[in-house]
């Protein structure tokens, strides 16, 4: 059973930084694809950062282009995002996921499945901008 365990997530001010981990089970970890995505009240939940964990290849949404940074550790399993010059527009539940790569691929490149395909996912942790 594929486990995700997510901290970091915490209040900062309009331009400060925040680093999110997750840890996941290491039996899917190295065959994996991992993600970040985020949902703010009311609105639906969206992909943020996606990353292969064994090749490291890195996708990202422009929204968060040149702020935000994914990257994995394979010997401890876990997956960061580095938040940097956090916007009040970033405020949002943060949730790690992992997967297949066929279903990342259909859910964030062919968007032929919703982001509710994934199968696994973190229970969120909440990232607060203010100002």
């Known amino acids: 059973q594929v486990q995700l365990v997510e901290s970091g997530g915490g209040s900062v001010q309009a331009g400060g930084s925040l680093r999110l981990s997750c840890a996941v089970s290491e039996y899917t970890a190295s065959s994996s694809c991992m993600g970040w995505f985020r949902q703010a009240p009311g609105k639906e939940r969206e992909g943020v950062a996606y990353?292969?964990?064994?090749?490291?290849?890195?996708t990202y949404a422009d929204s968060v282009k040149g702020r935000f940074t994914i990257s994995r550790d394979n010997a401890k399993n876990t997956v960061y995002l580095q938040l940097n010059s956090l916007e009040p527009e970033d405020t949002a539940m943060y949730y790690c996921a992992a997967d297949q790569c066929a279903r990342f691929i259909g859910v964030v490149l062919a968007k032929t499945l919703p982001v509710s395909a994934i199968t696994h996912w973190g229970q969120g942790t909440q990232v607060t901008v203010s100002s």
């Open positions: 990353i292969h964990f064994g090749a490291g290849i890195t």
